[in-house]
């Protein structure tokens, strides 16, 4: 991973990733194993998207961390599975049981019935070892990822080739495939310049991609939850994790990551995130019936966080044009949807 500029865009190269999240990492991987070196973009400054985890430190030097974005990932593919214990060998990720997460509430009410629970209970849950970003960087082990820089727009040259711009408008390298997996919103933007096959801009912006605000939380006492894991039923909350809990974590007070609703992240979509974080704090102490005093308490707002109403395909390709579109949002809001997207999205472009 480095912030270094693109190579001379004259010279053409064979795959350009717009997104160093899961998707564009795991497009890269299969890529790089088919003979083709990807370069990938990305405009954060660290690579993962969702698979984030957020350091703070207390007045007295103690470091947290919070995984505020996916809390775990599930892994079906083999491929995925043997990537994941790779990780776990090099002891970068733990694979943890998965009880049911729909468990009494704190006034005893019986959980959810079995056909209500989410496709990935039941499931093993990884986490990363210290946290979420572990894994992602194990994955992105041995590929060129260019962060900070943002593409401001893509355009198709008269040789058949994908241009990226900055966003001044200026060359920034030249491709002869691309695959875009930025949110649906943004991937309309980004090709907004391009004639794209018959049905994709339709098919794109009939996706719903709801939006997360998460809390992070540090308090000194202990809060009286379910479990270390719980998804209450809610209007408010979807979820509680107790960070605390989770393996390769430093001694220290209870740290919490909860995340809202899409319906109350979407009323509260605009407020800031000190603001926001006051209002989730108010509705987790409704919810769990006491005043609570933070030693620590941060917000951060996912935009595009759950695919509501997915795109239905793992990804849309036009081998002929060597573009592809994937991410979580092509086919459900898992973590483990961006890998299978965007490994679709490669094995199309490159067979």
């Not at 992602?136 to 590929?143: D, F, P, S, T």
């Not at 966003?167 to 794209?196: F, H, K, N, S, Y």
């Amino acid at each position: 991973m480095t912030s270094a500029p693109p190579p001379a865009f004259e010279d053409p190269i064979g795959l350009a990733i717009i997104g160093a999240g899961l998707a564009g990492i795991s497009a890269g991987r299969l890529a790089r194993r088919q003979g083709v070196t990807p370069l990938i973009f990305d405009k954060g400054r660290g690579i993962g998207g969702r698979l984030a985890t957020r350091r703070a430190t207390l007045d007295d030097g103690t470091v947290l961390r919070f995984d505020h974005g996916a809390q775990f990932m599930t892994a079906r593919s083999p491929a995925l599975v043997a990537a994941m214990a790779g990780a776990e060998a090099a002891n970068l990720a733990r694979r943890l049981p998965a009880p049911p997460l729909n468990g009494p509430s704190l006034h005893g009410q019986p959980p959810a019935p079995e056909r209500d629970q989410p496709r990935w209970v039941g499931q093993p849950h990884w986490v990363g070892m210290g946290g979420m970003t572990a894994i992602a960087k194990h994955l992105a082990q041995g590929l060129d990822i260019r962060t900070g820089i943002r593409i401001g727009g893509v355009v198709r040259t008269g040789r058949g080739l994908w241009q990226l711009e900055d966003e001044d408008g200026l060359p920034l390298v030249q491709a002869r495939r691309l695959i875009v997996t930025a949110p649906p919103e943004q991937t309309l933007d980004l090709l907004i310049d391009v004639l794209l096959p018959e049905g994709w801009r339709r098919r794109i912006a009939s996706t719903i991609v709801a939006p997360c605000w998460a809390l992070m939380l540090a308090v000194d006492e202990a809060l009286p939850l379910p479990g270390p894991r719980w998804r209450p039923e809610d209007e408010a909350i979807a979820w509680i994790g107790d960070q605390t809990a989770l393996p390769g974590r430093a001694a220290g007070p209870q740290s919490l990551v909860v995340h809202a609703t899409p319906h109350w992240s979407r009323i509260h979509l605009e407020e800031t995130p000190e603001v926001a974080a006051a209002s989730l704090l108010r509705e987790l102490e409704r919810l769990i019936g006491r005043t609570i005093t933070p030693r620590l308490i941060q917000a951060h707002r996912w935009r595009y966080a759950l695919a509501e109403v997915p795109l239905g395909s793992l990804c849309l390709a036009d081998p002929g044009t060597g573009l592809a579109i994937a991410g979580d949002w092509c086919i459900g809001g898992r973590a483990e949807a961006a890998v299978d997207s965007g490994r679709a999205a490669a094995q199309a472009l490159i067979g």
